[in-house]
């Protein structure tokens, strides 16, 4: 399930999906998929509404922050179609050698493992590209799907941080899970 990087195109390719550098051509789709309540209610940092401006200002940020290894965030598209069915992005904290993993899939998409097979792939990339050391995620207790990818792909639930977050005016509780780099 995991991936292989293509230094050259920037690109991870898994067995199903290509993860592939954002462009602007993307942020219609991103808009279309992201403007959706389901997505905002588990997600920490999206909109609702979702207005386009939020995707065509973000898609700029990536290429510093790649090019400066701050963070790297990749469209998960479908191999055979190309379509654009979610986002990964992974921080890096050069220091510590870790980073954090977060993510989105578009709600058509759910249930058919295209969110554990990107996460795969980006630990692995963080692993054997990045020289990590350890890689985290946190999603909302009332997200327990979320855990449930995480440890399919091998990462331990670490703790929580109780009511840690303010969502549509209720605290909402943060778990953490994470996975050390194999010696």
């Known amino acids: 399930m995991g991936g292989f990087y293509n230094h050259d195109k920037q690109t991870i390719t898994t067995d199903r999906l290509i993860l592939r550098r954002f462009e602007m051509s993307d942020a219609q789709r991103i808009y279309q998929l992201c403007n959706n309540y389901n997505i905002y209610k588990s997600t920490l940092y999206l909109p609702y509404p979702y207005p386009i401006e939020a995707a065509t200002n973000w898609i700029p940020t990536h290429e510093e922050n790649f090019k400066n290894d701050k963070s790297y965030d990749f469209a998960i598209t479908d191999k055979a179609t190309g379509e654009l069915l979610g986002a990964i992005g992974l921080s890096n904290n050069k220091t510590h050698k870790n980073g ?45 799907a979320s855990g449930k990818m995480m440890e399919k792909v091998g990462m331990v639930r670490e703790g929580v941080q109780s009511q840690h977050i303010i969502k549509e005016g209720n605290f909402e509780d943060l778990v953490f899970y994470g996975i050390v780099r194999e010696k």
């Open 100 to 144: 954090e993993v977060a993510y989105w899939v578009g709600e058509e998409y759910w249930g058919k493992g295209y969110g554990t097979e990107a996460l795969k792939a980006v630990i692995d990339f963080a692993f054997d590209e990045k020289g990590y050391n350890r890689v985290w995620a946190r999603f909302f207790a009332s997200n327990p």
